[in-house]
């Protein structure tokens, strides 16, 4: 028989394009059942374990998993000092963080210290760090005595050799050690012990080590949602005595580059301000645009000033308003610090965005503001740009528009939906008239197919949830949605239903959207 077994896939939306989420449900053979189980277990045999003063030597399983417990709590903490790095002083990708150059020193800096006095200071006055503690172990002198803050110095400054190659040249000496002892140990005279933990301590432990990783993780997060919603990666060339450093720009890219700097008797402002659909492109003066287009604007800086090292320091604050005044994205703020080439020539600079594709029809305005940080000066331009839009009209509520099946992602039409078995068939949709709350929708799509006798065939909940935040959301807003089915080699062929059940948890609305195909 055949049985039927719906993947799905949810990709939040683009917030550079306005795209949405695609999800997949797919017809799967029987891949059979099993009976009985398989169970697993471990014995320890104590004829295999050293002691010492009465305590037994660690096991080096267990250490490894300290040391990964240990290591996992230390890279959240990267993770963290590294995206506030990045979006001090530009790095931010839409991925999450790449820094370079004095980012880069700084973050690993603080990390190998962060990671030193981690190690240092709880196995010195505790004698064990917290993957230790879960693990139900501690390190002790060769006495049976805690270590100590300075033997514990001694064994964690060894690190440096023990941990080269991942660890091996540790792993290696403890492996050939008679109380499995990495060379940390064997200079600072200690060795890892197990030692009973209460449940008490160890649940303390385990919470404090979630704490510390989940806060790491979820903070990182947060400056890197801000960082984008904000446009805070900026993309920025600097060329200042012979170097050159890069940002990262939101869902946009402003690059600066500073040929050299201008100064003088001109006044601060923005010159030659030109837009284009993309870079390389002719000018645009009638500057009107499609949504789902980029448009490009170039310009340049002149009349700033330098400080005594003959450097400028400028600031930049850009952002495109719709008709009704509303910002297509955060505030894009890069900054701008470098050193002249000639002192008679503009600062070139260039920006990108991309118009969404539920961008309704009218007069745009692009507003660049450029701030003298040096003189405390200010200014700006504000250039109209039109966008044209054939869009229907305004949703009067929630509605599903413009249902199309096709053979292939993006591909053209079906008009009758028909199907073969062995092939995919693919169904994308607009979901309009959303209500959002603080800037989140909440939308929820399950997907059903039904047998030409009307039986339920694949039920798929949640192919897509919405509720990603997001600043632009017009009355025009809509969510594209692409799902397939795949067909198995055999199944009857008749015509089936596709139903889609979508539900606007915010509006406390929903709809039921159902098309015919043909399976031949």
């Not at 077994?5 to 306005?18: A, F, M, N």
């Not at 999450?96 to 880069?104: I, T, V, Y």
């Not at 432990?205 to 990783?213: D, H, K, P, R, Y």
């Not at 297509?328 to 890069?334: D, G, K, T």
């Amino acid at each position: 028989m055949e049985k039927f077994r719906g993947e799905d896939r949810r990709e939040g939306p683009d917030e550079t394009t306005g795209e949405h989420g695609q999800a997949r449900s797919s017809f799967l053979q029987n891949s059979g059942n099993s009976s009985g189980g398989l169970r697993g277990g471990s014995q320890r045999n104590p004829s295999d374990e050293a002691a010492l003063g009465g305590f037994v030597v660690a096991r080096l399983g267990d250490r490894l998993i300290a040391l990964a417990l240990d290591t996992a709590l230390l890279l959240s903490f990267l993770a963290l000092i590294g995206m506030y790095s990045a979006s001090r002083w530009g790095g931010i990708t839409e991925q999450g963080f790449s820094l370079e150059g004095k980012p880069a020193l700084v973050s690993l800096a603080a990390i190998l210290l962060a990671g030193f006095a981690y190690h240092w200071l709880l196995e010195g006055l505790a004698g064990a760090t917290l993957g230790k503690v879960v693990m139900g172990l501690r390190v002790m002198g060769p006495s049976g005595k805690p270590c100590g803050l300075k033997v514990s110095l001694v064994r964690n400054l060894l690190r440096v050799v023990d941990g080269l190659g991942f660890y091996l040249v540790g792993l290696l000496v403890a492996v050939f050690s008679k109380h499995r002892q990495r060379i940390g140990d064997h200079l600072g005279r200690t060795v890892v012990v197990e030692y009973p933990t209460s449940r008490v301590f160890k649940a303390a432990a385990v919470f404090l080590w979630v704490l510390g990783v989940g806060s790491g993780i979820w903070f990182s997060y947060g400056m890197h949602q801000q960082a984008v919603l904000s446009g805070a990666h900026v993309s920025a060339t600097r060329e200042a005595s012979g170097r050159s450093e890069k940002e990262e720009a939101g869902p946009q890219s402003i690059q600066l580059q500073a040929a050299s700097l201008a100064q003088g008797s001109q006044e601060l402002s923005v010159v030659n301000l030109e837009l284009s659909e993309e870079k390389g492109k002719a000018m645009r003066p009638d500057a009107l645009f499609e949504p789902g287009q980029k448009l490009y604007a170039r310009f340049q800086v002149v009349g700033f000033s330098l400080d005594s090292k003959g450097a400028a320091n400028l600031s930049f604050d850009v952002v495109a308003l719709d008709p009704e005044g509303l910002p297509l994205y955060e505030n894009w703020r890069p900054r701008f610090q470098g050193s002249p080439g000639s002192p008679a020539d503009p600062i070139p600079a260039n920006m990108e965005l991309d118009i969404p594709v539920f961008a309704p029809s009218g007069k745009y305005r692009l507003i660049i503001k450029v701030k003298d940080e040096l003189k405390e000066i200010q200014t700006q331009v504000v250039r109209e740009f039109s966008v044209k839009s054939t869009q229907a009209e305004i949703p009067k509520g929630l509605e599903v528009r413009d249902f199309a099946f096709s053979s292939r992602e993006g591909g053209p039409p079906l008009p009758k939906g028909q199907v073969q078995g062995g092939q995919r068939l693919y169904m994308t949709f607009k979901v309009a008239g959303l209500v959002f709350r603080e800037d989140r929708p909440a939308l929820l799509v399950d997907m059903q197919v039904l047998d030409p006798g009307g039986d339920l065939v694949l039920n798929q909940p949640g192919i897509v949830e919405l509720k990603d935040q997001m600043l632009y959301h017009p009355p025009s807003f809509f969510a594209r949605i692409t799902s397939w089915v795949d067909f198995p080699d055999e199944i009857p062929k008749g015509t089936y239903t596709a139903r889609f059940l979508v539900k606007d948890q915010n509006a406390g609305k929903s709809l039921t959207h159902e098309a015919k195909f043909e399976v031949k």
